[in-house]
């Protein structure tokens, strides 16, 4: 499976982004898909995760409320829409897909898509 993220950028505190994660490879509709973040200076965190089924999500505690996870297996494509974003939201946004029973762990996770910056100013 090979991960390509996009939709990143620059936005103001309390706006919104959408990010995508397209992937190719026959295996997506069978995998959990994830969204992990690394702020500057910190360890990578996990954001959002779906099952491969789109019936299971999980969140952050920071983030419930605020980002949404979906997935779209005819597009091979799993989303994250953001609300009411804040500067602590900053950060590098990794998508990633895998078949771990747990899908908050990084390790739950076998393929890593190159990352997109969200940038949130004050």
């Known amino acids: 499976v090979q991960l390509q993220a996009s939709g990143g950028g620059l936005v103001q505190a309390g706006g919104s982004l959408r990010l995508s994660c397209a992937a190719s490879?026959?295996?997506?509709?069978?995998?959990?898909m994830g969204w992990f973040r690394q702020a500057p200076g910190k360890e990578r965190e996990f954001v959002a995760a779906i099952d491969w089924s789109g019936g299971f999500t999980y969140y952050l505690d920071s983030v419930k409320g605020r980002f949404s996870i979906s997935r779209d297996n005819v597009k091979n494509t799993v989303y994250l829409q953001m609300n009411s974003l804040s500067p602590e939201d900053t950060g590098v946004y990794y998508c990633?897909?895998?078949?771990?029973?747990?899908?908050?762990?990084?390790?739950?996770?076998?393929?890593w898509g190159q990352g997109t910056l969200v940038t949130v100013s004050s």
């Open positions: 490879g026959r295996t997506f509709s069978r995998s959990n």
């Open positions: 990633a897909a895998g078949s771990g029973w747990r899908l908050t762990g990084s390790d739950d996770y076998d393929y």
